[in-house]
T-cell receptor, first 113, second 109 residues
Framework: EAGVTQFPSHSVIEKGQTVTLRCDPI?????LYWYRRVMGKEIKFLLH????????ESGMPNNRFLAERTGGTYSTLKVQPAELEDSGVYFC???????????FGEGSRLTVL | KQEVTQIPAALSVPEGENLVLNCSFT??????LQWFRQDPGKGLTSLLL?????REQTSGRLNASLDKSSGRSTLYIAASQPGDSATYLC????????FGEGTQLTVNP
């Protein structure tokens, strides 16, 4: 069974540009989470989808970040316009149940120049 | 707001030693606690998941304990090997999923 997959693995963009990160959760997992680790700090929660609905988006830093999960399958996280402080690694995780075991993707490294 | 703290931040041990990594959390209203390892440039790999009703879980040379009342968890690694070198992360699942900052472990041959 395929695990959580994320694309791209690494993206280098200039300040002010737009980047879209994609996450494909494990098939059948209703819960999808986005996290990020910036500047070598701890991993921080961004938001949680249950199917296509945003269960909790309190971790989203500002309105330059937009997450979607149309159809309740894969999710995208768009950063527009990107700023230097957005550089970091963006992780996606999925779980079958709320409070269930989390399975993480390899992460998407974003570098904003 | 849940706060998860991991001690020590970094640990270097010779091969073969038994070691303990510590994790503490402020809000005991959690569904479970999960330990992960992260290798440089890689994603997070789940090591052990302890449900809130459980006290410990074991997998091979790893043993994780959970004491909800005191807000503590430990990850015990027996007979450490150089391949155990990685960053170990503790995560609590409650109303929010919260990670600690991690412990960077180096096992020297």
């Amino acid at each position: 069974e395929a695990g959580v997959t994320q694309f791209p693995s690494h993206s280098v963009i200039e300040k002010g540009q737009t980047v879209t990160l994609r996450c494909d959760p494990i098939s059948g997992h209703d819960n999808l989470y986005w996290y990020r680790r910036v500047m070598g700090k701890e991993i921080k929660f961004l938001l949680h989808f249950v199917k296509e609905s945003k269960q909790d988006e309190s971790g989203m830093p500002n309105n330059r970040f937009l997450a979607e999960r149309t159809g309740g399958t894969y999710s995208t996280l768009k950063v527009q316009p990107a700023e230097l402080e957005d550089s970091g690694v963006y992780f996606c995780a999925s779980s079958q149940l709320i409070g269930g075991e989390l399975f993480f993707g390899e992460g998407s490294r974003l570098t904003v120049l | 707001k849940q706060e998860v703290t991991q001690i020590p931040a970094a640990l270097s041990v010779p091969e073969g030693e038994n070691l303990v990594l510590n994790c503490s959390f402020t809000d005991s209203a959690i569904y479970n606690l999960q330990w992960f390892r992260q290798d440089p440039g890689k994603g997070l790999t789940s090591l052990l998941l302890i449900q809130s009703s459980q006290r410990e879980q074991t997998s091979g040379r790893l043993n994780a304990s959970l004491d909800k009342s005191s807000g503590r968890s430990t990850l015990y690694i027996a007979a450490s090997q150089p391949g155990d070198s990685a960053t170990y992360l503790c995560e609590t699942s409650g109303s929010r999923l919260t990670f600690g900052e991690g412990t960077q472990l180096t096992v020297n041959p």
